[in-house]
C-alpha cells in the first residue's frame, strides 16, 4: 500500500504527450465497431487521468507549501501546459460527439457525458491557449499572495487562518483587533488584488469574445456546465432568498445581538455567536481524527471502509501552517484512486464543518471512483455542494463527541449560520454578473457594485467605521470570485438540497441516507436536476423549495431556548 508522500510525479513531455495522444485518438476514429471504439476510450482516458494525476500532485504538494520551490515551479508549469491539455481534451470530444456509434456509446455511458463534451468543446479554442494560461497564472498569483500572508497580531505572527479564533474571542476588542489585523494584509497589498483581479476580468472578456460569445457571464455558465439552467432561473431563485431568507436572517441576527449582550452588532461581532463563547472542539487535530473516525466507523459501512483508506494512505492535510494556502478543498488523484482532503484547522468549530464538508466531497469520489469515466468522478459544482454540506448533517448525531457539553450550542449556530450564508452566497454570485457584464468597470466601480449588493442582502451588515471594508472591498477576501469564476451560487443551491437531508434524515433517517449513498454512487453521471431528482429532492428552482425548507428549519430554530445555549 502506497501513502500520499510516495506517490510518484513525474513532470510529462508534452510534445511526447501529444504525439502519443495523436496516436490513441487516430485508434478511436478509425474502430470499425462499437467494442473497439469502447477500448480506444478506456485507453484514452488512461492517458487523461495519467495526465491529471500528474496535476494534482503538483496542485497538492505546492498549496502545502508554498515555500517549496520545487513545486511551485512545476505548478507553473502545469498553469502554462494545462491549456495544451485541454486541446487534447477537446480533439477527443469532437471526435466523441460524432462517433458513428454514439448510440450505442451513449447507452453504456449515459447522454450526461456527451452534454459535458458539448459544453467543453464550447468552451476552447486554440486561438485562446495564450490567454488561457494568462488566466491560470493570476489565478494562482492571488492563491500565492493569500498565502504569503503572515500578520502581526498580539507580538505573534499569524496566518490568515490561525487568526480565525481570536475572531471568536469574547473579548469584544480582540474580536476587532483581529478583524483589523486580518483585513489590514488585504488593505496593504489592495492595489495588487484590484490588479490581479482587474487584468482577470479583461482576459476572461477577451476569452469570451474570442470564442463569439457577448460577454464573460455566457461563458462562464457554459465552463461550470450548467446542462439544464440558465442565468434567468439563478435570478429567479436569488430573488426567492432576497424576500424569504433576507428578512429571517435579519431576525437571527437581532437574536445574536441580544443573545451576546450587545446594544447593536458590529461585523467582528457577526461570528461570536454566543455570551459564554462559540462551542469548540474539545482536542488536538489528532484527537478530532481519532473520533473522526469513530464517527464514520459507526455511520454506515461504506463510511467506515472510506475513512479508513484516508487514514492508511496519509490523504489528509488539516493543520493550518505559515507559507499553506488558504481554506479547504478535495480532489481526486485518478492513478491511485485517492480522495485528497487540504484544510486549515484553526482550534474553532470550523474544524469540525471541514472534517464533514470535505470528507463528503471525498467520500463521494471514493463511492463512485469505479464508474470508470473521469467526466463522472465528481458531479458538477453545485452538484457536488450537496453531498458536502449533506454529510455535515448527517453526521450530527456525533457531534456529541467533538463539542461534549456544547454539542447543542454547536448545533443551532451550525444551522443558523446556514441560513445566514444564503445572503452572502448569492450576492457573491450577483456581483460576478455584474463584473463581467460589465468589463470596463474600475476597481472603484466594482466595489461600488459590492457595496450596493450588500445593502440588498446584508442590510444589517456594519463595518463600524472600517475604511478598507466600507469602501466595498470585502470580496477580494472570496477566492472563488478570483479562481473559478461563477462558482459560488452552487453552494446557496446546494445548501437548500442539504437542509432538505436534515428535515429528512430527522424524519425518516434509514431512507434518506439511502437516498445520499445512491447520490454518491452516480457521481457526475447525471446533470444537476437530474441528480437532484434521483436523490428524491426537490429541485431548488422550483416555486416555494426555499419557503418550505426554510419555515422548517425557522421553527427548529424557535423552538430552542438559545439564551440558555
Given at each position: 500500500m502506497q501513502k500520499f508522500e510516495n506517490y510518484i510525479?513525474?513532470?510529462?513531455?508534452?510534445?511526447?504527450?501529444?504525439?502519443?495522444?495523436?496516436?490513441l485518438l487516430t485508434s478511436f476514429t478509425a474502430a470499425d465497431s462499437t467494442e473497439k471504439a469502447t477500448r480506444a476510450i478506456e485507453a484514452i482516458n488512461a492517458f487523461r487521468n495519467r495526465l491529471s494525476t500528474m496535476s494534482n500532485l503538483v496542485y497538492i504538494r505546492?498549496?502545502?507549501?508554498?515555500?517549496?520551490?520545487?513545486?511551485?515551479?512545476?505548478?507553473?508549469?502545469?498553469?502554462?501546459?494545462?491549456?495544451?491539455?485541454?486541446?487534447?481534451?477537446?480533439e477527443f470530444y469532437k471526435e466523441l460527439i460524432r462517433s458513428p456509434y454514439r448510440n450505442d456509446l451513449e447507452?453504456?455511458?449515459?447522454?450526461?457525458?456527451?452534454?459535458?463534451?458539448?459544453?467543453?468543446?464550447?468552451?476552447?479554442?486554440?486561438?485562446?491557449?495564450?490567454?488561457?494560461?494568462?488566466?491560470?497564472?493570476?489565478?494562482?498569483?492571488?492563491?500565492?499572495?493569500?498565502?504569503?500572508?503572515e500578520v502581526e497580531f498580539q507580538g505573534e505572527t499569524y496566518t490568515l487562518a490561525q487568526l480565525g479564533p481570536f475572531v471568536q474571542d469574547k473579548d469584544r476588542s480582540i474580536r476587532k483587533e483581529a478583524v483589523n489585523a486580518s483585513t489590514?494584509?488585504?488593505?496593504?497589498?489592495?492595489?495588487?488584488?484590484?490588479?490581479?483581479?482587474?487584468?482577470?476580468?479583461?482576459?476572461?472578456?477577451?476569452?469570451?469574445?474570442?470564442?463569439?460569445?457577448?460577454?464573460?457571464?455566457?461563458l462562464g455558465y457554459v465552463r461550470m456546465l450548467r446542462i439544464d439552467y440558465d442565468a434567468g432561473m439563478v435570478a429567479v431563485f436569488r430573488k426567492q432568498v432576497r424576500d424569504v431568507i433576507v428578512p429571517l436572517v435579519s431576525k437571527l441576527q437581532e437574536k445574536q445581538t441580544e443573545r451576546i449582550g450587545l446594544d447593536s452588532l458590529k461585523f467582528y461581532d457577526e461570528y461570536f455567536k454566543f455570551e459564554n463563547g462559540n462551542a469548540k472542539?474539545?482536542?488536538?487535530?489528532?484527537?478530532?481524527?481519532?473520533?473522526?473516525?469513530?464517527?464514520?466507523?459507526?455511520?454506515?459501512?461504506?463510511?467506515r471502509e472510506f475513512f479508513q483508506y484516508m487514514l492508511d494512505r496519509n490523504l489528509m492535510d488539516l493543520e493550518a501552517k505559515k507559507g499553506k494556502e488558504a481554506g479547504g478543498y478535495?480532489?481526486?488523484?485518478?492513478?491511485?484512486?485517492?480522495?485528497?482532503?487540504?484544510?486549515?484547522?484553526?482550534?474553532t468549530s470550523g474544524d469540525i464543518d471541514v472534517l464533514t464538508h470535505e470528507a463528503g466531497h471525498a467520500f463521494q469520489a471514493y463511492s463512485s471512483r469505479d464508474i470508470g469515466i473521469p467526466e463522472y468522478l465528481f458531479p458538477t459544482y453545485?452538484?457536488?455542494?450537496?453531498?458536502?454540506?449533506?454529510?455535515?448533517?448527517?453526521?450530527?448525531?456525533?457531534?456529541?463527541?467533538?463539542?461534549?457539553?456544547?454539542?447543542?450550542k454547536y448545533k443551532y449556530a451550525h444551522l443558523a449560520d446556514g441560513l445566514q450564508f444564503l445572503p452572502y452566497g448569492v450576492a457573491v454570485d450577483e456581483f460576478q454578473h455584474l463584473v463581467y457584464e460589465n468589463p470596463t468597470w474600475t476597481p472603484d466601480e466594482r466595489k461600488q457594485a459590492?457595496?450596493?449588493?450588500?445593502?440588498?442582502?446584508?442590510?444589517?451588515?456594519?463595518?463600524?467605521?472600517?475604511?478598507?471594508?466600507?469602501?466595498?472591498?470585502?470580496?477580494?477576501?472570496?477566492?472563488?470570485?478570483?479562481?473559478?469564476?461563477?462558482?459560488?451560487?452552487?453552494?446557496?443551491?446546494?445548501?437548500?438540497?442539504?437542509?432538505q437531508f436534515w428535515k429528512r434524515s430527522r424524519e425518516q433517517n434509514e431512507e434518506a441516507w439511502n437516498d445520499y449513498l445512491k447520490l454518491c454512487k452516480l457521481g457526475g453521471s447525471k446533470s444537476f436536476l437530474g441528480l437532484v431528482k434521483a436523490a428524491n429532492l426537490r429541485s431548488p428552482f422550483e416555486e416555494g423549495t426555499v419557503e418550505s425548507v426554510v419555515g422548517t428549519i425557522e421553527d427548529w430554530l424557535n423552538s430552542v431556548d438559545d439564551k440558555a445555549l
Open positions: 510525479y513525474e513532470r510529462p513531455d508534452l510534445q511526447q504527450e501529444k504525439s502519443k495522444f495523436t496516436e505546492a498549496s502545502i507549501n508554498t515555500n517549496d520551490e520545487f513545486y511551485q515551479n512545476e505548478r507553473d508549469f502545469f498553469d502554462n501546459i494545462e491549456p495544451e491539455v485541454q486541446a487534447m481534451s477537446t447507452k453504456q455511458w449515459g447522454a450526461q457525458l456527451f452534454q459535458i463534451a458539448d459544453h467543453e468543446i464550447r468552451a476552447f479554442s486554440p486561438e485562446v491557449i495564450h490567454l488561457l494560461q494568462q488566466e491560470n497564472k493570476l489565478s494562482s498569483e492571488y492563491a500565492k499572495l493569500v498565502a504569503s500572508a489590514g494584509f488585504f488593505e496593504s497589498h489592495a492595489e495588487k488584488f484590484d490588479n490581479i483581479y482587474d487584468q482577470l476580468v479583461k482576459v476572461r472578456h477577451e476569452i469570451a469574445t474570442t470564442l463569439g460569445y457577448k460577454n464573460f457571464v455566457e472542539p474539545k482536542g488536538t487535530p489528532e484527537w478530532i481524527i481519532e473520533n473522526g473516525k469513530k464517527m464514520y466507523e459507526e455511520l454506515s459501512p461504506e463510511t478535495c480532489t481526486f488523484i485518478e492513478d491511485y484512486e485517492s480522495p485528497f482532503i487540504f484544510a486549515n484547522f484553526n482550534g453545485e452538484s457536488a455542494e450537496i453531498h458536502s454540506m449533506s454529510m455535515e448533517f448527517f453526521t450530527w448525531p456525533w457531534m456529541e463527541r467533538f463539542f461534549k457539553e456544547e454539542t447543542d459590492w457595496k450596493k449588493l450588500e445593502e440588498i442582502y446584508l442590510p444589517n451588515r456594519d463595518y463600524d467605521g472600517n475604511a478598507y471594508l466600507e469602501a466595498g472591498s470585502f470580496w477580494q477576501r472570496q477566492g472563488h470570485i478570483y479562481d473559478v469564476p461563477f462558482y459560488y451560487i452552487d453552494y446557496t443551491l446546494a445548501q437548500i438540497c442539504a437542509f
